[in-house]
């Protein structure tokens, strides 16, 4: 039986969804592509963004017109300003990928092979010769990319900048960065220039930032709708609009709410039960008082000083 989801990225085979790709305007996004471009793609978390891009992988692959590659650089997080540390787990990170993604045999000892010869250029490095041995245009989608800290997402960000003028032979035909925050939001603290950096000035190829918007409220419904079509349960009238009231279509808590009153709460598990506004309400009790994770994120950002100031 599929479920509401709040964890990680969408499987339509597991999880109740909307058609990812619908999610977004997909002939802009192939219209950037086709123009080479390198752009931006950003939202809060737990909006959807992987699922997207996922999708977006699955589907240019599908084309055959170009080889796309999803990758997670999160793990360079760990470095912190170690550049040289940081960069070798981003390129490790897209090895591993290509590897599994694309059967790309040869990714990981060309990692190897770049590695050794230092990463103050490895990342443009590895990219010129992996796009090099390619036979397609590389269309590279990295996750979690403001999750790097300092001068290690200054390195990154400018190693892509350096390559640029090489695609679409030497370099990615395009890349999508994609984080939480808009790439001109980024103010990067450069302990080695012991300065401020702004995301624009050491990206200023990006084309366009897109912002992956929540659902409306037609998407909210079809979504409910799918656990009424599989299990028979329906949602009251009253109930969905108080779905639609309490989230406003934000992903995370249109599927933290349906989850709470469908497969948490006793009530809302006996299938023969619709879904009431009372149960919904409850629900809303439930999460609150659970502190489930977003949430308590936002009640803590709610007591920052900075955020104080404004209240």
Same mark, same amino acid.
Request: aromatic residues 8%; neutral net charge; hydrophobic residues 40%.
């Given at each position: 039986m599929r479920f509401f989801t709040t964890e990680g990225p969408v499987r339509a085979e597991d999880h109740y969804c909307l058609a990812p790709l619908r999610r977004w305007d997909l002939a802009e996004v192939l219209g950037l592509i086709e123009q080479k471009k390198y752009f931006l793609l950003h939202a809060p978390r737990q909006t959807g963004k992987t699922t997207c891009l996922l999708a977006l992988m699955e589907y240019l692959n599908r084309e055959n017109r170009y080889r796309a590659l999803y990758v997670n650089i999160e793990s360079a997080q760990a470095a912190r300003e170690d550049v040289t540390l940081g960069m070798t787990a981003v390129v490790n990170s897209i090895a591993n990928s290509a590897r599994w993604r694309l059967q790309d045999a040869d990714a990981e000892g060309l990692a190897r092979e770049v590695l050794q010869q230092g990463m103050l250029t490895g990342l443009e490095s590895y990219? *010129?010769?992996w796009c %090099? $041995? @390619? @036979? !397609?245009?590389? /269309? #590279? #989608?990295l996750d979690e990319v403001d999750a790097l800290i300092g001068d290690t997402l200054i390195s990154l960000l400018r190693q892509l900048r350096a390559g640029y003028v090489q695609r679409p032979q030497h370099f990615p035909h395009t890349v999508v960065l994609c984080g939480v925050r808009d790439l001109r939001d980024y103010r990067i =603290?450069?302990? %080695? !220039? $012991? %300065?401020?950096i702004t995301g624009g000035s050491a990206f200023n190829i990006k084309a366009k930032s897109l912002r992956l918007g929540d659902f409306d409220q037609t998407e909210v419904m079809t979504l409910l709708g799918e656990h009424s079509a599989e299990t028979g349960q329906a949602f009251t009238a009253q109930a969905l609009a108080r779905v639609w009231e309490l989230t406003q279509g934000q992903p995370w808590l249109v599927n933290a709410l349906a989850y709470e009153a469908c497969f948490d709460m006793p009530a809302g598990r006996d299938r023969a039960r619709p879904i009431d506004i009372e149960l919904i309400d409850q629900a809303k009790e439930n999460l609150i008082q659970? $502190? /489930? *994770? =977003?949430?308590? !994120?936002?009640a803590d950002k709610l007591r920052e000083e900075r955020v104080r100031r404004v209240i």
């Amino acid at each position: 039986m599929r479920f509401f989801t709040t964890e990680g990225p969408v499987r339509a085979e597991d999880h109740y969804c909307l058609a990812p790709l619908r999610r977004w305007d997909l002939a802009e996004v192939l219209g950037l592509i086709e123009q080479k471009k390198y752009f931006l793609l950003h939202a809060p978390r737990q909006t959807g963004k992987t699922t997207c891009l996922l999708a977006l992988m699955e589907y240019l692959n599908r084309e055959n017109r170009y080889r796309a590659l999803y990758v997670n650089i999160e793990s360079a997080q760990a470095a912190r300003e170690d550049v040289t540390l940081g960069m070798t787990a981003v390129v490790n990170s897209i090895a591993n990928s290509a590897r599994w993604r694309l059967q790309d045999a040869d990714a990981e000892g060309l990692a190897r092979e770049v590695l050794q010869q230092g990463m103050l250029t490895g990342l443009e490095s590895y990219l *010129t010769q992996w796009c %090099a $041995r @390619s @036979s !397609q245009p590389i /269309v #590279l #989608l990295l996750d979690e990319v403001d999750a790097l800290i300092g001068d290690t997402l200054i390195s990154l960000l400018r190693q892509l900048r350096a390559g640029y003028v090489q695609r679409p032979q030497h370099f990615p035909h395009t890349v999508v960065l994609c984080g939480v925050r808009d790439l001109r939001d980024y103010r990067i =603290h450069s302990s %080695a !220039q $012991r %300065a401020v950096i702004t995301g624009g000035s050491a990206f200023n190829i990006k084309a366009k930032s897109l912002r992956l918007g929540d659902f409306d409220q037609t998407e909210v419904m079809t979504l409910l709708g799918e656990h009424s079509a599989e299990t028979g349960q329906a949602f009251t009238a009253q109930a969905l609009a108080r779905v639609w009231e309490l989230t406003q279509g934000q992903p995370w808590l249109v599927n933290a709410l349906a989850y709470e009153a469908c497969f948490d709460m006793p009530a809302g598990r006996d299938r023969a039960r619709p879904i009431d506004i009372e149960l919904i309400d409850q629900a809303k009790e439930n999460l609150i008082q659970n $502190r /489930v *994770t =977003h949430l308590d !994120q936002l009640a803590d950002k709610l007591r920052e000083e900075r955020v104080r100031r404004v209240i």
